[in-house]
């Protein structure tokens, strides 16, 4: 009798696993631009500050010139990837993606202003098949630079 519902069990573990959806995690950036010098960019702080976005776009077309000043005025980085799907419904809809998630190339995350509760957050994502960046509020303000070695 153990036998048999322990069997059952796990069938229906393994249905409702393979029902469950997938959304897929922030991957690892193919490089970062840190301006965290001596310290170097904590890949980790990258990942949260990005999930961390109200998913409502503030400036629809920073320049670029205007997101490296922002990302150089202290401990800031740009990060690339070539196209990392973030779960951005509201926003990805307005830049005509179906499936709710915008398609990120870069991320710019300067500092987090003192004593601030947000931190402007610059995308450059797909808007109908051609890049540009946008600006987003992040929730995050962590520091991401930190002391010692590349951190992956």
């Excluded at 696993?17 to 702080?45: F, K, M, N, Y």
């Excluded at 960046?133 to 992040?138: D, F, G, K, P």
């Amino acid at each position: 009798m153990t036998s048999r519902w322990l069997v059952c069990a796990g069938v229906l573990a393994a249905g409702a696993v393979s029902c469950a959806p997938r959304v897929p995690g922030i991957a690892d950036p193919l490089r970062v631009e840190a301006h965290c010098s001596p310290r170097e960019a904590r890949i980790t702080g990258i990942r949260s500050i990005l999930t961390s976005t109200n998913d409502i776009v503030l400036d629809d077309g920073s320049p670029a010139s205007e997101v490296r000043a922002a990302v150089r005025s202290g401990d800031g980085a740009i990060a690339y990837w070539n196209d990392q799907l973030l779960l951005l419904p509201n926003s990805a809809k307005g830049f005509g993606e179906s499936d709710g998630y915008a398609r990120v190339r870069a991320a710019g995350i300067p500092p987090a202003p003192a004593g601030a509760t947000y931190r402007h957050l610059y995308l450059y994502v797909r808007d109908r098949g051609a890049y540009r960046w946008v600006t987003l509020r992040a929730f995050d303000i962590q520091d991401i630079c930190i002391e010692g070695h590349k951190q992956s």
